[in-house]
């Protein structure tokens, strides 16, 4: 879906066998790390259902805010859908790309943490948890 100059849109989609693991959410952190340091980004938007609740909790966990319900012209595109569009941005401040030592700003987005790469955000037994840092 294109939403315009300056904008990304990201897009998940899951197995529901794999739900509730933070996959999405973790593939979502990746890509909007990866936003943050091209040029030219000045938002990223996340867009689903609103049937699809799951796919807004990982917007909320990752620092989007929820800013537009629309309703589809076309209407529901799949079974259970509503037709109703949830459109969530972030309008990421730029973080500078890691330098050959492997530093740079904080690791997941949305966080507020001084310590560079503290490593508070980069744990398999950490994901979605908040910054122990502040």
Same mark, same amino acid.
């Given at each position: 879906?294109?939403?315009?100059?300056?904008g990304l849109d990201i897009g998940y989609w899951l197995h529901h066998a794999w739900m509730g693991k933070g996959?999405?959410?973790? *593939? *979502? *952190? %990746?890509?909007?790390? %990866? #936003?943050? &340091?091209?040029? #030219?980004?000045? &938002? =990223?938007?996340?867009h689903h259902d609103e049937a699809n609740p799951a796919s807004g *909790?990982?917007?909320?966990?990752?620092?989007?805010?929820?800013? !537009?319900?629309?309703q589809v012209? !076309?209407?529901?595109?799949a079974p259970g859908e509503t037709g109703v569009d949830? =459109?969530? &941005?972030?309008?990421?401040?730029? &973080?500078?790309?890691?330098? %050959?030592?492997? !530093?740079? #700003?904080?690791?997941r987005p949305g966080c507020q943490c001084p310590e560079v790469h503290c490593g508070c955000h980069t744990s398999a037994e950490r994901p979605g948890r908040p910054c122990e840092h502040g």
């Open positions: 879906m294109s939403i315009g100059p300056g996959l999405a959410t973790m *593939a *979502a *952190a %990746a890509l909007v790390e %990866a #936003g943050r &340091r091209m040029s #030219g980004v000045d &938002r =990223i938007e996340i *909790a990982v917007a909320r966990r990752l620092g989007f805010t929820e800013v !537009e319900r629309v012209s !076309e209407g529901p595109t949830v =459109i969530w &941005r972030l309008q990421p401040a730029p &973080r500078p790309a890691p330098d %050959a030592a492997g !530093e740079g #700003g904080p690791v």
